[in-house]
């Protein structure tokens, strides 16, 4: 398996697996996919359908990894990394009746979906460090759940120092403190002054900085790196699967609560996998350039707004340019022009047909809090269920695009209502049960620091910190 950047597509170095997984982004800027998607037979699909969450992981991400990791190397870290994640299953699904059900993903150690890639990059990190008897800076931007999910997974490794930048208080307070009581020595933790997308700057001005990415080994966990996307789209074949096992479901949509779009985007390659996906509905909440986007052609940021649902106040999705390049048929420079223009005014538009084209699979929707505090309510009144407000923006984007769906619909559900429970005890008089791992979150030490949005400060910190 052979990795192109969507900013350069004839660039003649060897970029597999396990080159790719430690660089994250491209150092030209751009992000790696895969030269070609490998795609399964309707016989082999058929075959998957019993699979179990391992075995299925096993089976889909082998296809990626080229003679980087082995089946049984996947398979030892499928067992081990999902082995805590809920009592019966890794994935709960719950139908709520009217053809849509709620997929469970916050069952993993932080409660949170972003646990599924995390714990898995973690130990694929851990195999090719060891191989190479390296050791790495890891830096990462968080709207909030990446975070903890990185801090849970990379804690006490001696071959990684992690470095987490959070939007100064722009995350709710169970988030900042899961990030912030972890005790261990590699982790640090950096509330800036500014939002999401300022960190995830950040974080990419440091990557595309040859001399110092060199002298620290930098390296990412956020969603641009490839083996983030990779993880995801198991629970995309896992829960289709469940669903097709009565054998006249032929199609399955999906709608996906969205901000950096690397969840979404996991559902597009289990659709080009050969996964019977009709639709895949892109959920934002009023930080709505996706939504817009899939509605109008036009990708146009603005300024980021604060909302119940804070791990999606994002503006520049950065999972997006991956996309973007298969809509620019595979044409890296025009690519590379497209996000100039970015940069430079703000926006860019793709033609009517192109639109027409990608509509055939996503349809994109806003909600706004309103609609969400509603919804939470709507669905404890009617099925006793209590769901995060990330969740309840993709379930009411669910019902809202019913009408235009012919199979039977799965909302993913990507954090544990508690992580927002401010936002859920607006709705509802109902709190959930602190998890008996988090009963003294909200009373032990916290320690991280604070800093303006500067680079150079930056740099100075993570220097200091080092220990490549
Ligand atoms: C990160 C996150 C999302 C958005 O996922 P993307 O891959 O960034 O689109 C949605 N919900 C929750 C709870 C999250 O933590």
Redesign the pocket.
Same mark, same amino acid.
């Given at each position: 398996m052979h990795y192109i950047s969507t900013r350069n597509e004839h660039n003649n170095f060897t970029n597999n697996f396990s080159k790719i997984i430690m660089e994250g982004l491209a150092s030209d800027g751009g992000l790696y996919i895969p030269k070609t998607f490998p795609k399964f037979s309707t016989s082999e699909i058929d075959n998957m359908v019993n699979m179990d969450y391992t075995e299925l992981c096993t089976e889909i991400i082998s296809k990626y990894c080229g003679s980087c990791l082995t089946k049984g190397d996947i398979k030892k870290i499928a067992m081990d990394s999902y082995k805590n994640f809920g009592i019966n299953d890794v994935a709960p699904m719950i139908n709520i009746g009217s053809d849509i059900n709620i997929l469970e993903l916050?069952h993993g150690p932080t409660l949170?979906? +972003?646990d599924f890639a995390l714990q898995f990059l973690s130990r694929v990190f851990n195999i090719f460090l060891e191989r190479e008897d390296k050791k790495i800076t890891i830096i990462g931007a968080t709207?909030? $759940? &990446?975070g903890s999910?990185a801090i849970e997974a990379f804690k006490k490794n001696s071959r990684a120092n992690l470095i987490i930048l959070h939007p100064k208080g722009k995350v709710s307070e169970f988030q900042r403190r899961q990030m912030t009581t972890v005790n261990a020595d590699n982790i640090f933790n950096i509330a800036i002054d500014g939002n999401f997308d300022d960190c995830q700057a950040l974080v990419k001005k440091l990557l595309v900085d040859k001399d110092f990415n060199v002298k620290h080994n930098l390296a990412s966990i956020n969603?641009i790196n490839w083996g983030?996307v990779l993880a995801?789209v198991v629970y995309y074949f896992y829960s289709s699967f469940k669903l097709m096992k009565n054998k006249e479901v032929k199609v399955v949509n999906f709608s !996906?609560? &969205?901000? *950096?779009?690397? $969840?979404?985007?996991?559902g597009y390659v289990a659709k080009k996998m050969g996964l019977p996906i009709e639709k895949i509905i892109i959920a934002t909440n009023s930080n709505d350039i996706l939504s817009n986007f899939f509605q109008n052609g036009i990708y146009k940021i603005s300024k980021v707004v604060p909302t119940l @649902?804070p @791990?999606?106040d994002?503006q520049v999705?950065s *999972?997006f340019e991956r996309l973007l390049y298969e809509v620019l048929d595979f044409d890296s420079a025009l690519v590379r022009q497209y996000m100039n223009e970015l940069n430079n005014v703000g926006s860019f538009k793709v033609s009517k047909e192109k639109l027409k084209t990608l509509n055939k699979t996503f349809l994109g929707l806003c909600v706004n809090d309103q609609l969400t505090l509603d919804r939470i309510k709507t669905t404890y009144n009617y099925t006793n269920l209590v769901i $995060?407000p990330? &969740?309840a !923006?993709?379930l009411e984007a669910a019902y809202s695009q019913k009408k235009n769906l012919t199979g039977p619909c799965i909302v993913?559900s990507?954090?544990h209502p508690i +992580?927002?429970s401010d936002a859920v005890s607006r709705a509802i008089n109902t709190v959930s049960e602190l998890p008996v791992k988090y009963k003294s979150i909200l009373t032990l030490k916290e320690k991280y620091d604070s800093m303006p949005n500067n680079l150079n400060i930056l740099k100075k910190f993570i220097a200091s910190k080092s220990n490549v």
């Open positions: 916050f949170a979906f +972003k709207s909030g $759940d &990446t999910a969603s983030r995801q !996906v609560p &969205t901000g *950096n779009f690397g $969840d979404a985007y996991a @649902s @791990s999606m994002i999705a *999972n $995060d990330h &969740t !923006v993709g993913l990507t954090a +992580k927002f």
